[in-house]
């Protein structure tokens, strides 16, 4: 690795140890979190579908028990995966074959700094290289120690993590922004068109809570439906009576076209799908739902992606947008809560096929309620994709900063410079 700083094995300054060996039979539904392999993406922890052990099975391991600000790293598959841990993380558990880096000397090597190298291209690619084994690449605690990296005194160390910090900061401050967003459109769905609650209380004579233009908007009654009850004067349709799908409207890109689809706008389908025959562009706001492959969440609903701007999408999601007073963000919501598994077909290849799709329940309740509805979400969802929007520029920008100031290249003031502009 060429820079100005000087160069040491990475294990004169830190250590990593695996994980603990759980057994198969200490698997459970629910107690402590365990962190795998697979939990561990792109600097962070991601604990869906994790697995678990009870509580005393946990204490049986204490000391394998993650703190806040452990730095993580893959040792089987995709090695050199880190993530640093995060007080929500917390409590968790270390599984075998990922590592957890302790410190060694202080005096040398600050912790948040370590984090940062460790996501430098040219130190990843290092530990890539050390990989073995055909079938699943693994790398040892004894390899690992052996890399050599860069080491610029502590003082700008702490400088460096700082700023990059400040950054991360900042992108996680938007992640957490959006799920709180996310979980009050959520919530608000659920209480107008899952549960009822405003019908509900003016039913039994209670103040639904709600401004009185809107509140007149909600019936004062139940009725029977095929779906069960409903509010009143409420109506049930197929939900293809009340979207706009793409598939049958996509036309190729073809040409010079193509290059963008890896450059300048995402790519959303079946991961790892490279057929450029069936790539199509498409424009502003939309709703992705999956066709075959990933299909089905756990709770049973549908897996979807809301997404906005120029994108590129295969064949293997369904493209829609709300049509008439229904949105694209409510049909996002109803696709949340609506079971989508009595729908799909194929065991061995899962597939929600457009005609399946379209004859979905959907309780109609009403255009004006539906556009009331939209406008009091769209505050949210604009603000949501703003905040996404915003975490792509800053961690694209720590993304340029990392190797140039871990190199020497780039100086601690021209950084903080740079990052002041996008605050």
Known sequence: MVGEYDTVPLGDVASVRSGFAFKSSDWTETGIPVVKIANVKDGNLVMDRCSFVPPAIADSAAEFALQSGDILIAMTGYIGDVAYVRKCDLPATLNQRVGRFAIRDAKRLDKRFLFYLLRDADVRKEIEGLG????????SPTLIHGVEVPLPPLPEQLAFAHILGTLDDKIELNRRMNETLEAMARALFKSWFVDFDPVRAKAEGRDPGLPKPLADLFPDSFEDSELGEIPKGWEVHSVGAHMVNFDSKRVPVSGA????????YPYHGAAGVMDYVDDYLFDGVHLLVGEDGSVVQNNGAAVTQYVWGKIWVNNHAHVLQGRG??????LYLYFHFEPVAPYVTGAVQPKLSQGRMNTMPFLFAGEQLCRAFQRTIQPWFARLRTNVDEVK?????????????????LRVNDAERLTEVTA
């Open 132 to 139: 073995y084994g055909s079938a699943q690449p693994n790398v």
């Open 257 to 264: 076209d193509r290059s963008d689809r890896q450059g300048q």
């Open 325 to 330: 007073a229904v949105s694209t963000e409510q």
């Open 393 to 409: 520029t800053l961690a694209a920008l720590r993304d340029t900063l990392l190797p140039k100031l871990i190199s020497g290249e």
